[in-house]
């Protein structure tokens, strides 16, 4: 489907869900799974919650994992902004990473992710500066990249459960302190 409407055409499937066109470009607009409802007792639900201006189940997508990328932008200004969301009914739901949109639709509520079902939070992620923080004495005189994404990340844990703990392995993630950006450990004798 897309903007409501049933869909005929090229399209294309990408980590982040099916979109228009043979092959993904950047103009190309997203499209949801047409969904049926095939027993009577659904087709009653869903006719009395809507007449009622409920938004039933149906209406919502599925929160899709993103992979966040650095533009020359986020490294200019120094942080990227990267945004989380976890089930709310399952207190060791998975968290995942997803994208701006995704998140934008967890607040709007009357569509994209159910917020009944989903909290979302966002994180200002630093990625430039000294790797920990530079103190004088008990003050901070230039905040560092590890202490200051492990403060966020401890500050958002209060909305999603376990997320300090999802993310403290990986709190130079996108920096030049990164794990994954170093130079592997070649003095191993094989």
């Known amino acids: 489907m897309i903007n409501g409407q049933e869909y005929i055409g090229y399209y294309n499937i990408t980590a ?5 066109g043979r092959v993904y ?3 190309e607009q997203p499209l949801f799974v047409l969904k049926l409802v095939l027993n009577e007792q659904s087709q009653l639900y869903d006719k009395l919650a809507t007449d009622n201006g409920y ?10 994992a993103a992979q966040t990328t650095l533009t020359a932008k986020d490294k200019k200004n ?12 399952d207190k060791r739901a998975r968290i995942k990473e997803i994208d701006k949109t995704q998140f934008d639709s967890v607040l709007d509520g009357t569509a994209g ?15 430039t500066g000294p790797e920990f923080d530079i103190k004088d004495g008990g003050t901070i ?11 966020t990340a401890i500050e958002k844990t209060g909305t999603i459960k376990g997320l ?13 302190y990164a794990i994954s950006d170093r130079d592997p450990n070649t003095d191993i004798q094989l």
């Open 16 to 20: 982040r869900g099916p979109y228009t």
């Open 25 to 27: 470009a950047d103009q």
């Open 55 to 64: 938004t039933t189940d149906l209406e919502f997508d599925d929160p899709v």
């Open 78 to 89: 120094g942080f990227i902004n990267r945004y989380f969301l976890q089930q709310r009914n």
């Open 113 to 127: 992710i159910n917020p009944n079902l989903y909290k979302s939070v966002a994180l200002r992620w630093k990625i």
């Open 141 to 151: 005189v230039k905040a560092g990249v590890r202490d200051t994404n492990a403060r």
């Open 164 to 176: 300090y703990l999802y993310l403290k392995n990986n709190l130079a993630q996108f920096s030049p």
